[in-house]
């Protein structure tokens, strides 16, 4: 199975500063048909996850352009530009290429 | 607007069966790969299983493999898991998804359904 690996796990951050988590796959997550599918997921305290990010970068509707994503292959990066209240809670990647489709472990963003 | 009611849960002994449904709404289901996702409490994400739209073809996470079925009618807009022979670690939150969203396409949670494994 892919191992998707997030660093850090917890991320304590200031109100307006930015924050920035790291995820590493165990494989290439390009597929066949060229797309790699790589997500990023947003779970607030008490609520179900809903996706930021899709394909490395594609920003879903309603997410604020404050969020981005970017890399390749095996290397991935979420950023939030300016930390804001809405923020807190768990930030998932998770990896739509090989089956069994498998997530990270979380990063858990707080506010300082 | 999609919607995704998951429901079935509850408190069921070790080595007990429970099944799930899920009444989609909002977008044609008979076109769609559809999935179960679940989540321990207090813990991160798995994703459990994925079912073409035909039922042709079935995919399950080795930890559920042989115990946990996956089906659908399409007729009722409808999903379910079937749940067999349940262990402790099966204890989580389920929801239903569209596969789609793993792939990019479009992004839907309901509430989910929690399943207690206890004795």
């Known amino acids: 199975d892919v191992v998707m690996t997030q660093s850090p796990l917890s991320l304590p951050v200031t109100l307006g500063q930015p924050a920035s988590i790291s995820c590493r796959s165990s494989?290439?997550?390009?597929?066949?048909?060229?797309?790699?599918?790589l997500n990023w997921f947003q779970q607030r305290p008490g609520q179900s996850p809903r996706r930021l990010i899709y394909k490395v970068s594609n920003r879903d509707s309603g997410v604020p352009d404050r969020f981005s994503g970017s890399g390749s292959g095996t290397d991935f990066t979420l950023k939030i530009s300016r930390v804001e209240a809405e923020d807190v809670g768990v930030y998932y990647c998770m990896q739509g290429t090989h089956w069994p489709w498998t997530f990270g472990q979380g990063t858990k963003v707080e506010i300082k | 607007e999609v919607q995704l009611v998951e429901s079935g849960g509850g408190l069921v002994q070790p080595g007990g069966s429970l099944r799930l449904s899920c009444a989609a709404s909002?977008?044609?289901?008979?076109?769609?790969?559809m999935s179960w996702v679940r989540q321990a409490p207090g813990e991160g994400l798995e994703w459990v299983a994925n079912?073409?739209?035909?039922?042709?073809?079935?995919y399950y996470v080795d930890s559920v493999k042989g115990r946990f079925t996956i089906s659908r009618d399409n007729a009722k807009n409808s999903l379910y898991l079937q749940m067999n022979t349940l262990r402790a670690e099966d204890t989580a939150v389920y929801y239903c998804l569209v596969a789609a969203s793993a792939r990019g396409g479009f992004d839907s949670w309901g509430q989910g359904t929690l399943v207690t494994v206890s004795s």
């Open positions: 909002g977008f044609t289901f008979s076109s769609f790969w």
């Open positions: 494989q290439s997550l390009v597929y066949s048909d060229g797309n790699t599918y």
């Open positions: 079912m073409k739209p035909d039922g042709s073809e079935k």
